[in-house]
């Protein structure tokens, strides 16, 4: 793995030995970094250490195991009622380091340091040759420098989140975003996912109907040769099931930071409390942009409906698509087109991956037309889509920094942090 890895430092090493199980039972959320103060109450402690910024290997080694591709997916091999044909749910054709439900992969990743705020786009990222060597291998240098390839800066600067009660919650105000850091910000494309279940129902031969005002959607009687128009399923409980399944993806990928926090030996944490309106850039205040998201405010709606980063991350859904038909079909190409999941030209992992690609399950024209029908209805009648979940969707952080072991000596009793905090400078210097 290390091969090729020049000037190892001690910590590298130390982290591809470290026990799952030690990771699993010594995670803590420890929140006292360097330069960190807590002004008064039983813990009260000022840090005697200035913040200190992650290494460029740590962050990347850090970045990859919440948001890396760590090779081709395994597609859904097998459902009886798609035969002769192979189920076609997945999105993407590359496997991440956490897991997408039926490998929709509509979460990609932001983060922001000392230096800047970045966008690290891995969602569709197709598995590298190069990460790989002969025998099957990971090369851990390739690996990380392609990633680091796919960084693209945003801003200058720390993003701003200030330490105020509209922005964060008040027991995050001393330890949250703090410098030093690297504050870490998986997104879900919430709308794509919603589009992405719907065509897994008409393929499955259902379709929704509008629970809220209790009625059918006009337009699905042309379509009752392929979907049960008796017994549709209700809309909202279909998108509190996406916003159930992204939201499992963003908080397993910060997971898988918060263990490789301790085989790092940073300190650091997952977690929610801040505001996520003022952290895509929705809260209303002018001096606090966020990363930048457009957002609506929709009638009679008390709150922010934000649809994405222009040029970035742009929702699956108006106004970054002209119509919902349109963003279907993106989908669909998404799924079907060049380095898509069953594009028989991509490459995998299977022995005849152009054979397996090519048998999945095809999406003609009806079928779009079917989506879109719901799709649209939804539009229209609510002003937004989906209907009752946010169209882009973030509720999980992951934040590492250099702890100070120094407060943990001062309060807490032996085994407050694992041997890698203890060695962290000695390793990583």
Same mark, same amino acid.
């Given at each position: ?223 009752? %040769? ?5 017994? *549709?399923?209700?809309?909202? =409980?279909? @998108?509190? &099931? ?5 939201? /499992? ?105 152009? %054979? ?5 399950? *095809?999406?003609?024209?009806? =079928?779009? @037309?079917? &989506? ?5 209805? /939804? ?51």
């Amino acid at each position: 793995m290390m091969d090729r890895m020049p000037d190892i430092p001690r910590g590298l090493i130390e982290a591809t030995r470290f026990p799952l199980i030690e990771a699993i039972h010594g995670r803590r959320s420890r929140r006292f970094a360097r330069g960190a103060s807590i002004p008064d109450g039983p813990l009260a402690y000022t840090s005697k250490h200035e913040p200190k910024p992650l290494s460029e290997m740590e962050q990347m080694l850090l970045l990859t195991t919440v948001a890396g591709n760590t090779g081709w997916s395994n597609l859904i091999p097998h459902n009886r009622f798609y035969l002769p044909k192979m189920p076609n749910y997945a999105g993407a054709a590359g496997g991440r380091s956490f897991p997408s439900a039926a490998g929709f992969h509509t979460v990609d990743f932001f983060y922001t340091d000392d230096d800047g705020v970045y966008h690290l786009p891995t969602r569709d990222m197709p598995a590298s040759s190069a990460a790989r060597d002969v025998d099957g291998a990971t090369d851990l240098k390739a690996y990380l420098d392609e990633h680091k390839s796919r960084i693209v800066k945003l801003a200058d600067g720390r993003l701003k989140i200030p330490a105020q009660p509209q922005h964060m919650e008040m027991h995050n105000e001393w330890c949250a975003n703090v410098p030093g850091s690297t504050f870490i910000i998986p997104v879900a494309d919430l709308a794509q996912h919603f589009i992405l279940a719907l065509c897994y129902l008409v393929q499955n031969g259902a379709c929704i109907y509008d629970d809220v005002n209790n009625r059918s959607i006009p337009g699905l009687d042309r379509f009752k %040769a392929a979907i049960d128009i008796e017994n *549709p399923y209700p809309m909202s =409980f279909l @998108e509190q &099931v996406c916003l159930t399944e992204v939201t /499992v993806e963003l908080s397993t990928a910060c997971y898988a930071g918060a263990l490789m926090l301790q085989a790092m030996g940073l300190g650091g944490w997952m977690y929610d409390g801040i505001n996520p309106f003022s952290v895509l850039g929705a809260s209303g205040d002018p001096d606090v942009p966020g990363l930048g998201f457009r957002f609506d405010m929709v009638k009679d709606q008390p709150l922010p409906f934000i649809t994405g980063l222009d040029g970035v991350f742009e929702g699956h859904c108006p106004p970054h698509f002209k119509d919902m038909r349109a963003a279907v079909q993106s989908v669909v190409d998404r799924k079907f087109g060049a380095n898509g999941p069953f594009n028989t030209k991509t490459e995998g992992p299977y022995k005849e991956t152009a %054979a397996i690609r090519g048998s999945a399950a *095809p999406i003609g024209d009806d =079928f779009i @037309e079917c &989506v879109a029908v719901m799709a649209q209805y /939804v539009f229209n009648t609510f002003g937004r889509f989906p209907a009752t979940v946010p169209a882009i969707h973030s509720l999980m952080y992951l934040q590492a920094h250099k702890l100070d072991t120094e407060f943990y000596d001062t309060y807490f009793s032996d085994g407050a942090y694992l041997r890698t905090h203890a060695e962290h400078d000695r390793n990583w210097g």
